[in-house]
């Protein structure tokens, strides 16, 4: 014993005491070490302690590539800024038109080929051409680009993780609450013979996320019949076909059997839900929130070799912050499975001083705060939804006119904290997620939107998936847990936990009902199982590494695939008014110029040997549109009006899906 | 056999309402107590015997000036004795201020120049990295090396041939991959651990960099410092190395809330004018560093 302790009844302290009852502490410590009897041999496992470790880390470290494909067929002006003497011999940022002719694309960028021998070129030789160096209209390449010399990022990547979901957005406007918790909405429907009987088709504005054979919930549709024989409410419908009559549309068209006069539908309030044994499936928005706020959570510099296909600069990354997803859940309450890389456009993504921003902004100081200070407008969200007056949150529609009720995710900035993302489809019986919609983001500059009227900008799809684990492809069976707690009459809360965790119940177990669970297990890193679905990624220093390769793809959000030629006829010589001579000019000057022609043949061949049929880039004042001496000539220019699906303005360039061939009628040897 | 004290109570002795505390001795030994071993000593013992994890992350680190502002470029001056002077006995260094030799002082024509034969293109510095400035028992931690380059330094103004070789500075230019697309990229980052920075003091790291300059037309592997301040005829151990020494250029490594930058610092010699550290030039040029060969 280490410590004797005497204690004495109180009575026999002192004469007179009386004996009361005593608390002893006692220290309960254990001071031995259970010693070996024998020697013990134990073989240490690299393998095993590699699996621990690995399985244990919540430490995740990426690294990896974005290949862009970037160019800016949607430009401010057709104009070169420079610096030079104004009239009173200070120095002014100038400008400068460059004429129809000189207006060239250069791997995707549109822009023009400088007029001005580059000094610095020219003298230091350095192999680059002095006179033909290409410029790009702003937006040029130090606001798109992913790596640009001026050390301004053009564009900021977070990590995110879908944390939340709501389900309150109406995709087609409605006066009954109809959301997307509802179900995909209808907005068409068609007739389809199909072995000699008619079939009715539906068109949904979004994915349906449907197959051949898929059962469906018809809500809120129209009984034709007679006597409600369809029973649209008590009962599932078969898919008999997804596709439209020329079996086109597969994403966004489906076919049941039920006859075309039998049905009908409202748009905005007519939905349909996919239903899985029984089931019907829940679709909700998922949102994400960030994981890593500050361009200082990663560098980002020139990959190795790396120029695209498209001679776009391939841009290598790399996290200096580590993520760590320990006790973060996704919408669902599970363990995150998907992180998501995150590349969002920014505004501050130029030189303030340079010349070109100084321009712009004087170009825009009379609008409104914070049009008259930000050369970008804010970003909207939205989705590639069909086309239709009564949709909402579609992104190629935002800006036409005829969409001004539509709603969107407005003011998106790159520094927020959570962002409104893709179109979900879930169902209780499969207990996965799939996307039906990804989400677009969508800017402009500010110039154009607000100034000149072209409302077309540019869209991109933030998200990018990171596959961190993955969930196995057969749901665990079912466990009846609250059975057990009948039997034995478990009660206590604490014991009721403790038993869940040993039945190995996760926590993010689906509950059929009152203790009775199924679920899908996460397949752990380096687990694959039977279809060959799993995750495996190296670890190293304590750490999961895993390599991206993503792509960013700036898109036009409304790209005009269709052109028509229109014509402005227009007086010249000696007896129409000189402003003429301005406007001829300022029509060579349209990027959409393609040429002119006189009306009639004799005036043609009453002034060629005035001025020929020259080259617009080589006109002056002089040698055509005075026409001095001559009478009245009209003549036609021709335009090529582009134009797509939506109303978003005057269109400067084709989208790539026109056939040129026609216009084609100039190349780069023409000037250089 | 009993283990436990025996006691007696007598119920004459004792008062109403007694009680009796008894101690809970737990000096007991299990005979067959394997169970208690695996779990409490074997698995304990194996867990002691597993290496601590080591995270070998490194980091970009980029080159910053005096004030720790990012510099988008740098350059290099090497300065060699000249041929004349060796021959004479009393070799001394092209130029009195901090500019670069040129590339007739250690052999090249301008042949090798001009067509960039192997023995030029293949002749490269190596900037070496130790943990400390003592020789006898520093580690080499990492090196850089930068090749020789034909750049605007190199070249003529106007017809932007190669300088003759009594012209033709040897001097390297490297840039930021980012902002200075055109410059040479290999020498401008550092690369080094990511947490041995963030444990230190203040989050700053220190190594000592040390500059060689192999030439590929002799073979010849000179040393050089970034001070002038040595006596050629009477170099000493003591004036080369340690924190005051001549050829040791302390480099320190700093995470700056999240920016992960480096810079030179040199010692009071290598401040001496002329000064080897420039990385604030008052006239606006670019930062340099120069180097001067210490043995002939």
């Known amino acids: ?672 | 056999m009993m283990y436990v004290n025996k006691r007696k109570i007598l119920i004459r002795d004792m008062g109403t309402g007694s009680t009796i505390n008894i101690a809970l001795g737990t000096n007991f030994f299990p005979v067959d107590n394997a169970e208690l071993i695996q779990s409490k000593f074997v698995d304990e013992e194996v867990q002691n015997s597993i290496n601590p994890i080591i995270d070998f992350k490194k980091l970009i680190f980029k080159p910053a000036d005096n004030n720790w502002d990012i510099i988008r470029k740098f350059k290099f001056n090497l300065n060699f004795y000249t041929p004349e002077t060796i021959n004479n006995g009393s070799p001394e260094h092209r130029g009195t201020g901090s500019e670069p030799g040129v590339y007739s002082d250690i052999g090249f024509s301008f042949d090798d120049v001009f067509c960039r034969t192997n023995r030029f293109t293949n002749s490269f510095f190596r900037l070496s990295f130790y943990d400390t400035p003592i020789s006898s028992e520093n580690v080499l931690l990492f090196f850089t090396d930068v090749y020789t380059q034909i750049g605007k330094d190199q070249q003529e103004k106007e017809s932007g041939l190669p300088l003759p070789v009594n012209q033709s500075p040897i001097s390297f230019v490297v840039g930021d991959p980012v902002l200075e697309p055109n410059e040479i990229h290999e020498g401008f980052h550092l690369y080094w651990f990511k947490d041995l920075v963030d444990s230190s003091p203040n989050k700053e790291y220190e190594v000592y960099a040390v500059l060689q300059f192999n030439n590929a037309l002799n073979g010849r592997v000179y040393e050089l410092g970034p001070s002038k301040d040595f006596d050629v005829n009477n170099i000493q151990l003591n004036t080369l190395e340690g924190e005051n020494g001549i050829i040791y250029l302390k480099v320190t490594l700093k995470n700056d809330n999240g920016i992960y930058k480096y810079r030179f610092e040199p010692n009071t010699k290598q401040n001496k004018v002329p000064p080897g550290v420039n990385l604030n030039p008052s006239d606006g040029t670019i930062p340099t560093l120069t180097f001067w060969q210490i043995t002939p």
Request: a negative charge.
């Open chain 1, 1 to 672: 014993m280490e410590k004797t302790n005497k204690i004495l009844l109180n009575n026999q302290r002192l004469p007179n005491n009386v004996n009361v009852n005593t608390q002893l502490q006692i220290g309960l410590e254990n001071t031995n070490k259970p010693l070996p009897l024998n020697d013990i041999d134990t073989t240490v496992s690299e393998y095993e302690q590699f699996q621990k470790e690995r399985k244990e880390s919540t430490i995740y470290r990426f690294y990896g590539v974005i290949n862009p494909l970037i160019s800016n067929p949607i430009f401010n002006d057709n104009i070169k800024i420079y610096e030079g003497l104004d009239e009173g011999g200070s120095v002014k940022i100038l400008n400068k038109k460059i004429f129809s002719s000189n207006i060239f694309e250069k791997d995707g960028w549109i822009g023009y080929y400088n007029d001005e021998i580059d000094e610095d070129a020219l003298q230091s030789n350095d192999r680059k051409s002095a006179l033909c160096e290409f410029f790009p209209f702003d937006p040029g390449y130090d606001r798109l680009k992913f790596l640009d010399s001026d050390g301004i990022p053009n564009y900021l990547i977070k990590i995110t993780y879908p944390f939340e979901s709501r389900n309150d957005i109406v995709l087609v406007r409605n006066n009954v609450g109809i959301t997307i918790n509802d179900g995909i909405p209808i907005i068409s429907k068609f007739s389809i013979e199909l072995n000699g009987r008619l079939y009715t088709g539906f068109k949904t504005v979004m994915n349906h996320g449907l197959s051949d054979g898929d059962n469906i919930s018809l809500l809120n549709f129209i009984d034709d019949t007679l006597d409600n024989s369809l029973k649209l409410n008590k009962r599932f419908f078969r898919v008999i076909k997804v596709g439209n009559r020329t079996n086109d549309d597969k994403l966004r068209s489906f076919v049941i059997d039920v006859e075309p006069q039998e049905i009908n539908f409202n748009i905005g309030v007519s939905t349909i839900k996919r239903v899985v044994r029984g089931v019907e499936s829940k679709y909700y928005i998922r949102r994400f929130k960030s994981i890593t706020t500050n361009y200082t959570d990663y560098d980002l510099y020139p990959a190795a070799y790396g120029t695209s296909y498209f001679t776009d600069d391939v841009a290598a990354f790399n996290f200096k912050t580590d993520i760590d997803v320990k006790d973060l859940k996704d919408n669902l309450g599970r363990p995150l499975t998907e992180l998501y890389l995150t590349v969002l456009k920014n505004d501050n993504d130029a030189d303030q001083n340079s010349i070109n921003t100084q321009y712009w902004l004087e170009q825009q100081k009379n609008l409104d705060p914070p049009n008259n200070n930000r050369f970008w407008t804010s970003m909207v969200g939205g989705y590639d939804l069909e086309k239709n007056e009564n949709v909402n949150y579609n992104i190629r529609s935002y800006g036409d006119d005829n969409y001004i009720n539509s709603l969107y995710y407005e003011n998106i900035d790159e520094s927020d904290e959570i962002f409104d993302g893709d179109i979900i489809e879930y169902n209780d019986n499969e207990l996965l997620e799939r996307v039906l919609e990804n989400i677009y983001h969508r800017f402009n500059t500010v110039y154009r939107e607000k100034i000149v009227n072209k409302r077309e900008g540019y869209i991109y799809t933030p998200f990018n998936i990171i596959q961190i684990k993955e969930f196995s492809n057969y749901i665990h069976p079912i466990v009846n847990f609250q059975s057990i707690l009948d039997k034995y009459n478990i009660t206590n809360p604490n014991e009721i936990v403790e038993l869940k965790k040993s039945f190995g119940i996760p926590d993010y177990a689906f509950e059929l009902s009152t203790n009775v669970y199924k679920w899908r297990d996460i397949l752990e890193i380096g687990e694959v199982d039977g279809i060959g679905d799993g995750v495996e990624y190296p670890f190293i220093s304590g750490a999961h590494y895993m390599y991206l390769n993503e792509r960013y793809y700036l898109q036009r959000q409304d790209p005009p695939c269709e052109f028509t030629i229109t014509s402005k006829k227009l007086g010249l010589g000696s007896q129409v008014p000189p402003e003429n001579e301005d406007l001829f000019l300022s029509y060579l000057s349209e990027p959409t110029y393609l040429n002119y022609e006189f009306e009639s043949e004799s005036d043609w061949a009453s002034s060629i040997d005035n001025v020929g049929n020259v080259s617009p880039s080589k006109l002056t004042n002089n040698d055509l549109i005075n026409y001095n001496g001559v009478d009245t000539i009209n003549i036609f220019v021709n335009f090529v009006s582009f134009f797509g699906d939506y109303n978003l303005g005057t269109r400067d360039v084709a989208g790539g899906c026109v056939d040129l061939s026609l216009l084609k009628q100039k190349d780069i040897d023409d000037v250089c």
